[in-house]
């Protein structure tokens, strides 16, 4: 979010949305002059109003204090190279995606946590009106070149999934090897708003690492505090009321960092009803 001061970030989140100072001071049964204060920095809201105020403009309270829960990532620092860290190959998800929904007009997509854009591009190609996005600025920047070079136009933004809120309604959803920077408490209300941003018979096609006692830590894995556990079939918990027509874990062999593992993970493809 915009904005080094809580002012300039209420004032941004507002203008975004189009409300006047009027209307969220109504919202918020308060007068405009406090808004104003607010936007200015000559005051600062109160404790209390702030989960109302993230309410009304669409974002979290954490986003409205400036409390950012990762700005880079790992990746940043992968996707620094020439080469591309993920390479060029499409996702076999994504022809899931093509078999289910085949692109018989311009359904929309959004990939979340889209890299290097590798699978953005793969379905822009294919006729699919895609809007991506990811933490890193160099994913996003290659991501642009990529789909610059392969001549096909995909909407690639710098978002963070953990305060993002869609403006449109998708067709499908695709996540796949981002979930573990999902924090618990962040899972249901974010699932929850994906949801409510798809269309009828829409798919949400996500893939997740899950933990298994049987398996260890993988040698050159990040050890950081933002790497979140999930547990076996935590992900399909979230679609109790959606069609799963295919729902699948598999323990498969690593060999990134050069030491021989392995990994077990989640995959979903999820219908709303
Ligand atoms: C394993 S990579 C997968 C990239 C891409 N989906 C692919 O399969 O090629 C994980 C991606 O998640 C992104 N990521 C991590 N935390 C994120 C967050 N909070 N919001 C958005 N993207 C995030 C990383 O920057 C990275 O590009």
């Not at 409205?64 to 998800?93: A, C, D, M, V």
């Not at 997509?109 to 990811?134: H, M, P, Q, S, T």
């Not at 690593?254 to 995959?267: L, Q």
Request: proline letters at 5%; glycine letters at 6%; aromatic letters at 12%.
């Amino acid at each position: 979010m915009n904005g080094n001061t809580i002012g300039e970030r209420i004032a941004a989140k507002r203008k975004e949305l189009g409300f006047s100072q009027q209307k969220l001071a109504e919202a918020l049964h308060i007068s405009f002059q406090a808004v104003s204060k607010w936007e200015t920095g000559s005051a600062s809201p109160d404790i209390e109003f702030l989960p109302k105020l993230a309410e009304i403009l669409e974002t979290t309270t954490d986003a409205l204090l400036g409390f950012q829960t990762r700005k880079t990532t790992i990746y940043e620092k992968r996707y620094q190279s020439e080469e591309y860290y993920w390479g060029f190959q499409p996702n076999y998800l994504c022809y899931e995606i093509m078999q289910r929904k085949p692109p018989v007009k311009p359904y929309r997509v959004l990939d979340i946590g889209c890299g290097e854009g590798k699978d953005a591009v793969f379905l822009a190609r294919n006729g699919y009106l895609v809007d991506a996005f990811d933490l890193s600025e160099t994913g996003v920047e290659k991501a642009r070149k990529l789909a610059e070079n392969c001549g096909v136009s995909v909407n690639f933004f710098q978002a963070d999934m953990n305060d993002f809120q869609p403006k449109e309604t998708y067709d499908i959803i695709f996540c796949s090897g981002v979930l573990h920077w999902l924090a618990q408490e962040k899972r249901n209300p974010f699932f929850e708003m994906l949801q409510n941003s798809t269309a009828e018979d829409g798919l949400h096609v996500m893939n997740v690492f899950v933990e298994k006692p049987f398996i260890q830590r993988a040698p050159d894995a990040d050890e950081s505090e933002f790497r979140q556990k999930w547990l076996s079939g935590e992900l399909f918990t979230y679609y109790t009321d959606w069609h799963l027509p295919h729902i699948e874990e598999f323990v498969f062999d690593c060999n990134s960092g050069g030491t021989p593992h392995k990994h077990c993970m989640d995959v979903m493809i999820a219908k709303k009803p």
